[in-house]
């Protein structure tokens, strides 16, 4: 079975500086670590450069890999776009849970049925 990755929106605040903000390492649990963004980049009025850049970092997202948004929501919400259009409207990703102190991995399907459980 190929190894997972594990997709990373934007370095974490703090890289550049060597004091990370915050600790993911966990999340290599799932897999390799692959940073798309450097941790100072923002969405604001031409996106189109940051999109080329996040198209090309994620062109081999496949079913075994996850995302994890950190960063700027507009580059998060855009890295969900771009997997969902390469994978069909299914992608996992990565949720921490602040009680735990872990990663979760969540299934997303958007083209699962429209009923709530």
Do not use: C
């Amino acid at each position: 079975m190929k190894k997972s990755n594990v997709y990373v929106t934007q370095e974490i605040q703090g890289t550049s500086k060597g004091i990370p903000r915050i600790n993911i390492m966990g999340a290599t649990e799932y897999g390799k670590l692959h940073f798309l963004l450097p941790e100072q980049s923002q969405m604001i009025y031409s996106p189109a450069p940051l999109i080329t850049q996040l198209r090309k970092g994620l062109k081999d997202f496949n079913d075994n890999d996850y995302l994890l948004l950190t960063g700027d929501p507009a580059i998060m919400a855009v890295a969900a776009s771009i997997v969902s259009t390469i994978n069909n409207g299914k992608f996992k990703l990565l949720k921490w849970d602040k009680q735990e102190f872990k990663y979760y991995p969540l299934d997303i399907n958007l083209h699962q049925g429209g009923r709530s459980e």
